[in-house]
């Protein structure tokens, strides 16, 4: 069964200090993996696609990386604007529906 | 950019009611999507279409139908809405097929409370 693992569940950072959230899953023959922000009471908002294992995308603070296995988004030098829910997802292995994480909830103290 | 309108951003209904939430995208994509979204369970797909008039079920279909009956809108129907269906509610639409355009784009929800 195709899983998606998302840790940890929060994660509290002071502004400026760096930290990771990581996303593991189990899917035979990965066609996509994809990171979304969501802001409290709305919609998820897509940020990256990662295709392959080594494949890397930047966006301002934040930087996703994929292995075989699991993937990393990086918090560099982070500021309360960061404060959000991160969500990963894969498509199923089947079919191109997504199945979603349950999220990292990051805040950042200011 | 696409935008997916949900109708409704609040709706507080009765245990028992018909509960309609509608959902319009405006970029001619193929598929759409609900899901509900609860503390700790995520993201679940309750029913997704692939074309108008195709229907297909989720992980959580019990309780819910849909109707596509035009490209641009996905309705989610609640026959008889119960306690255990409050939840936020949450549309997408996606291009048919995979590659760079294949990342959902989702509404601003539906946060649903049955009393």
């Known amino acids: 069964e195709d899983q998606v693992t998302q840790s940890p569940e929060a994660l509290r950072l002071q502004e400026g200090e760096s930290s990771s959230l990581n996303c593991s899953y189990t899917v035979s023959g990965l066609r996509g993996l994809f990171w979304y922000r969501q802001d409290p009471g709305k919609g998820p908002e897509f940020l990256f696609t990662?295709?392959?294992a080594g494949e890397e995308k930047e966006k301002e603070r934040l930087k996703a990386t994929l292995t075989k296995k699991e993937s990393f988004l990086h918090i560099t030098a982070p500021k309360p604007e960061d404060s959000a829910t991160y969500l990963c997802a894969v498509p199923w292995s089947n079919d191109y529906k997504l199945s979603f994480g349950a999220g990292t909830t990051v805040t950042v103290r200011a | 950019d696409v935008k997916v309108t949900q109708s409704s951003r609040y709706l507080v209904k009765r245990t028992g009611e018909k509960v309609f939430l509608e959902c319009v995208q405006d970029m001619d994509h193929e598929n759409m999507f609900w899901y509900r979204q609860d503390p700790g369970l995520g993201l679940r797909l309750i029913y997704f279409s692939y074309d108008v008039k195709m229907k297909e079920k989720g992980d959580i279909p019990e309780g819910y139908s849909v109707s596509r009956e035009k490209k641009e809108r996905f309705s989610l129907i609640l026959e008889s809405a119960s306690t255990n269906q409050t939840s936020m509610y949450l549309c997408?639409?996606?291009?048919?097929?995979?590659?760079?355009?294949?990342?959902?784009?989702f509404g601003s929800g539906t946060r649903l409370t049955v009393v």
């Open positions: 990662l295709y392959s």
């Open positions: 997408a639409s996606s291009l048919l097929g995979q590659g760079p355009n294949y990342g959902y784009t």
